[in-house]
């Protein structure tokens, strides 16, 4: 059986699988497209199985195949999928008031990955941009400028 | 204003069937096309198999005439078998060719060459294409020809030249009349010097002739001979014809030169 960073296949999904959902989510919208990235991307990782240093690595190495898968999936579909057909709110949205996905999903997608990674899955500025491959500088600037956007979007403070 | 709980966005919950759909995923397999290691293979053994052929071609007996190769002249011999008052007589030079070693026959006074007998259909290089077998023959009787120790005045064939048809050929006869009061008139076995430039590339070609004249009844000698069944390359063109005699020391005496055009089939006589 082979490990990843010392975790079984099995384990390793279930442990990110949340992670790996929420990009996906996040970058296509629309949760019945997300998931064809969200196995994409484990498939991916049987495939290629790489080697990695720690969980950390593996998580990093999982976030970015599934933001590649995202943008091959868009990549794919540009000429099938119509602006008009993506829902204004995700559907899997509730009714929440609080809950500021629909409002984040009014946020570009590169700046709401940004949004997403830092406040969700609490990673640092220098975190991002290592999983991203953007310089440091750019991604506290569309950090900032996506905190802008989501407040405009959401009416609220983001915090 | 409302402060925003960025952790509310993970109600979105993995369904269970995302997850054990994940879990019992299969490693996809890459089409054998998109492996980097086909192509490599693939190229690698285009490689070889082009650089075998080239090896090989390299080694192939080459398409150019032995004019080309050899560095003398090749020579058309050819022989008439004269009366037996005439017979005896040998040439000094060129002992190692066939055409110096007469055929005696009786007398009767029927004039055959020699070379046609041996070879009833002559191979020429000419009217053979590249793919064509017989130019190694030719190339072989050409060779053997080689053994004249005479300096070629430009042994360069083209491709031209090959390629060119019989038509574009001198393959008429060659009578030559030797007058009584000619200087080559006491000899039987004489000998001369064909060279010719193809003009459309300045290319020299020739040979040397070794001839024995028949005693005709009017006092003069004879003797006719034909280059193209005799195997020499004689493209049409404008030919000199340098007659001599050789002197005890082997140089050129006597020397008379003539020239006659010879195109196509069309025989020509020479009075000397």
Known sequence: MELFAGLRYEEVVRKYAQTVANVCVMRIKNPVDAEDCFQDTFVKLLTKSPSFNDEEHLKHWLIRAAIHSCYDYIKKNRRTISLDSIPEEPSFVSDDAYDISWALMKVKPDYREILYLHYCERYQVKEIAEILGRNENTVKVMLKRGREMLKSAYGGEAG | ?272
């Open chain 2, 1 to 272: 204003m409302k402060k925003v709980n960025f952790n509310s966005l993970e109600n979105f919950e993995v369904p269970e069937e995302w997850i054990e759909k994940a879990v019992n995923a299969k490693p996809k397999k890459k089409p054998i096309l998109l492996r980097p290691y086909v192509w490599g293979t693939a190229a690698s053994v285009a490689a070889v198999i082009t650089a075998s052929l080239l090896l090989f071609n390299s080694f192939k007996p080459s398409n150019v005439s032995p004019l080309a190769v050899s560095t003398t002249v090749p020579s058309t011999t050819v022989q008439k078998t004269i009366p037996s008052t005439a017979a005896t007589e040998k040439p000094t030079e060129h002992k190692t060719e066939p055409a110096t070693e007469i055929k005696t026959e009786p007398a009767t006074g029927q004039t055959v060459p020699a070379q046609t007998e041996s070879a009833a259909e002559p191979q020429h290089p000419t009217v053979a294409p590249t793919d064509d077998p017989s130019k190694f023959r030719i190339k072989e009787k050409w060779e053997v020809d080689t053994r004249v120790e005479r300096p070629v005045a430009s042994p360069i064939l083209t491709d031209s030249l090959l390629l060119l048809s019989q038509d574009e050929l001198f393959t008429g006869d060659i009578t030559i009349i030797v007058s009584p009061d000619s200087p080559f008139y006491e000899r039987k076995i004489f000998r001369l010097a064909v060279t010719g430039e193809y003009s459309s590339d300045s290319i020299e070609v020739g040979g040397e002739v070794i001839l024995e004249a028949v005693q005709g009844e009017n006092g003069e000698k004879t003797v006719t001979f034909n280059l193209f069944k005799e195997g020499a390359y004689t493209p049409s063109a404008d030919y000199s014809f340098l007659f001599y005699n050789l002197d005890d020391n082997g140089s050129k005496t006597d020397t008379k030169t003539l020239t006659e055009p010879l195109y196509s089939g069309n025989s020509i006589t020479i009075n000397i």
